[in-house]
């Protein structure tokens, strides 16, 4: 089993900048990938970024050139570095991971991240 805990979620200003925190444990070996997703309220959940054991990031299109996916390793931990905020970027984020060959089988509680104009 895998367990995640998001932190770093927060108020911010349009323009200004959050990281937030996916913290693993448990059966860290047989973690895969971690994605980011969102959701807002009245949405359907979406994928805005994901990374692999090997390395691999991808992105979805409405944060490329904004958003920073990473990890560190020692600490069992992924990022997601949000820059340039925009009002429409506010919602619960979740990290979820994924086994080898698996799908995103595992799910943190969630952060709110909220964006004032």
């Known amino acids: 089993q895998v367990q995640l805990v998001e932190s770093g979620g927060g108020l911010v200003q349009t323009g200004g900048s959050l990281r937030l925190s996916c913290a693993a444990s448990?059966?860290?070996?047989?973690?895969?990938?971690v994605g980011w997703y969102r959701q807002a309220p009245g949405k359907q959940r979406e994928l805005v970024a994901t990374?692999?054991?090997?390395?691999?990031?991808n992105y979805a299109d409405f944060v490329k050139g904004r958003f920073t996916i990473s990890r560190d390793n020692a600490k069992n931990t992924v990022y997601l570095q949000m820059n340039s905020l925009k009002p429409e970027d506010a919602a619960v984020y979740y990290c979820?991971?994924?086994?080898?060959?698996?799908?995103?089988?595992?799910w943190g509680q969630g952060t709110q991240v909220t964006v004032s104009s």
């Open positions: 990374i692999s054991r090997y390395d691999r990031k």
């Open positions: 979820a991971a994924a086994p080898r060959n698996g799908n995103y089988d595992y």
């Open positions: 448990g059966s860290i070996f047989s973690i895969n990938e």
